[in-house]
């Protein structure tokens, strides 16, 4: 199973899109505080309603709140600022993919901190970014074909 780590998400059709993609992959969901909207929003129920009873999701006030309860665990920071691209990574089963908010991305020194483990996605030069749903699918999926899609049908 992989993890999909949301930092201060404020759009709830992504949230909702990303729920989704995160039900039917059988991955996790991890929503970091404060959210930009609420959990029982129609937006972001409307986006993946029907397969909201099938999602893991826990919520935290911090990413190091996270990061402490898998102390282990590898996480992976995506950005448009980073060097590595995502199919450079061998992902493994367990792996966090963390995602930033809408409109700052990550913060900047959490990925000078952890710029071995950041990742982009190859875009058209000048190009500001992918919706943040979308991107969450592209890297997700990437890591599931690795482990050639676990259980999946």
Not at 17 to 41: E, K, Q, W, Y
Not at 68 to 84: G, W
Not at 91 to 110: H, I, S, W, Y
């Amino acid at each position: 199973m992989f993890h999909i780590v949301m930092v201060e998400p404020e759009i709830p059709q992504n949230t909702g899109n990303v729920a989704r993609t995160c039900s039917v992959t059988g991955s996790a969901l991890h929503l970091i505080r404060p959210l930009g909207f609420s959990v029982d929003d129609k937006h972001l129920k409307r986006a993946g309603l029907d397969y909201w009873h099938t999602l893991n999701i826990s919520y935290f006030d911090s990413l190091r709140e996270l990061q402490d309860l898998y102390p282990d665990a590898r996480f992976f920071y995506a950005s448009t600022h980073a060097q590595n691209r995502y199919t450079d990574v061998a992902f493994r089963d367990g792996d966090f993919l963390v995602f930033g908010k809408e409109t700052a991305g990550l913060p900047k020194d959490l990925l000078a901190q952890n710029a071995d483990h950041a990742i982009r996605i190859p875009m058209g030069e000048g190009q500001r970014s992918l919706n943040l749903s979308n991107s969450v699918a592209i890297v997700l999926y990437e890591a599931l074909r690795q482990n050639n899609f676990f259980d999946l049908v």
